[in-house]
């Protein structure tokens, strides 16, 4: 149990073969794919989500509590690295507070930025602080002990819960698969390019599972449509729609674009 008191903390600074498809279920296949919201794997992340009423769904992302118990219990809290803590707003913390309510809110202190620790619910504490100027927020990331007249509160997300899922809205996530189309093939494999939105900072990969029941898996990709070179994740320095390409060597299957959100503990 913590049992420093706030005001004195000590600072401290994620084919079938061509003969059984056509081309045309081939599109479709894989246009499926690219829709679907899964997650899976060590990385906990999120896909283009089913539409939300009143959201954006390009701005969804999704959380599978399963994969997450210290988000099962009152005042469980743990960081989340979408964007790296070079950028503001980059990191996001989630609490679970009594009556599965969740909050959601950034973790990059308004004083100077610094990343702000996830809620302690110790007693003497119960609080999200900034180790920094030791400024201190509530649960719900507004702001309680100042490192600087007229501090502001964490910005803060909606969330929403459906069974184990829960969904947390980011402006401007700007995610969204557009289309999957095929390309030419490569040493004999059908190639295919997947055109995604994309964010600067922002970490994606490509997941592929041979059926709807399986887990997605990473596959390696290629930045362009002849390229040999493969990749296993890529991040951008600037906000666009990206294409990338995967080479199709097993049969039928669905792909899909990830954006990694893996938990942050430095
Ligand atoms: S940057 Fe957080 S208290 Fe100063």
């Known amino acids: ?19 059984l498809f056509s081309r045309r279920e081939w599109i479709k ?3 499926v794919g690219s ?15 089913e539409i939300a009423p009143g959201t954006n ?47 959601a809110v950034s973790a990059w202190c308004t004083h100077e930025g610094c990343i702000v620790d996830p809620y302690d619910h110790s007693e003497g504490t119960q609080a999200m602080i900034c180790y920094c100027h ?5 649960i719900q990331g507004r702001i309680i002990s100042e490192a ?19 969904s947390v809205e980011i402006p401007n996530l700007n995610f969204k698969v557009n289309n999957i189309l095929p390309s030419a093939p490569v040493a004999g ?17 490509i997941l592929y599972t041979p059926n709807l029941t399986a887990t997605p898996a990473p596959v390696g990709f290629y930045s362009s449509a002849s390229s040999q070179l493969v990749l296993n994740q890529i991040t951008y320095n600037s906000t666009s729609t990206r294409t990338l390409w995967v080479q ?6 669905f792909y899909m674009v990830e954006m990694i959100v893996d938990a942050y503990n430095p």
């Open 29 to 31: 296949h894989f246009a």
């Open 1 to 19: 149990m913590r049992t420093c008191p706030i005001q004195s903390c000590p600072r401290r600074p994620a084919g079938i073969p061509e003969s």
């Open 148 to 166: 600087t007249p007229g501090q502001a509160d964490l910005p803060t997300y909606n969330t929403s819960l459906s069974g184990n899922i829960l």
């Open 35 to 49: 829709a679907l919201a899964l997650t899976g794997g060590s990385f906990k992340s999120t896909l283009l989500a």
């Open 248 to 253: 199709n060597t097993t049969g039928s299957g």
């Open 57 to 103: 769904p390009a701005n969804i992302l999704k959380f599978n509590l399963a994969n997450y118990p210290v988000l099962q219990t009152d005042y469980g809290s743990m960081r989340f690295n979408l964007f790296g803590t070079a950028v503001a707003n980059g990191i996001i913390t989630l609490t679970r507070a009594p009556g599965s309510v969740y909050y």
């Open 189 to 205: 494999n059908p190639r295919f390019q997947i055109s995604f939105s994309a964010r600067k900072d922002a970490r994606y990969r």
């Open 134 to 138: 030791n400024s201190i927020y509530d």
